[in-house]
């Protein structure tokens, strides 16, 4: 049911001669340590809830990542989504604060149900290289809809593979991303 593999691309190794610095490895098994609390947590609240879905895990750059995907027995049931994703969110947070209260350490860990963040990731990145195409355009900064943290990190990361700028701007909920021309 867990799936676990490792992602090198980002987890940083210690330095040569550094025996206080995190190695690959410890990383490695943190994030690993973080994803089973997590499926642990998430296992048991669909149980007591009586939802079906299976746990992945994973580690996707430098955080474990989660997702309840649909199970043999049945599909996730999509009000775990919540409207704009805000029942994710809570889930989120209500899972990293149990992974917390575990290991004793802060958690990054990304939750998705239903791969309902996989395809807003995919809506962003389309976003973001139709916002890079009319910066281009135009010369002219261009402003986003609000977005979450997690939305805002997508297209800060596509803008840059792009070779622009970007920056957030204004106070949550209406926290957006601005994409600032070279």
Known sequence: MNDIHES???????????????TRRDRTAQLEREGEVAADFLERLLDIADLDGDIDVDIDGDRAAVAIVDSDE???????VGADGEVLEALQELTRMAVQADTGERSR???DV???RAQRRETLVTQAKEAVATV???????????MSAFERKVVHDEV???GLTSESEGVEPRRHVVVLPS
């Open 136 to 146: 281009r355009e135009t010369g002219e900064s261009l402003s986003l809809e609000p």
């Open 8 to 22: 090198a691309s980002t987890v940083a190794s210690a330095p040569e001669g550094d025996e206080s610095a995190p």
């Open 109 to 111: 860990l990304m939750l």
């Open 160 to 162: 840059l593979a792009a």
């Open 74 to 80: 049945g599909r996730v049931p999509r009000r775990l």
């Open 114 to 116: 239903a791969g309902h």
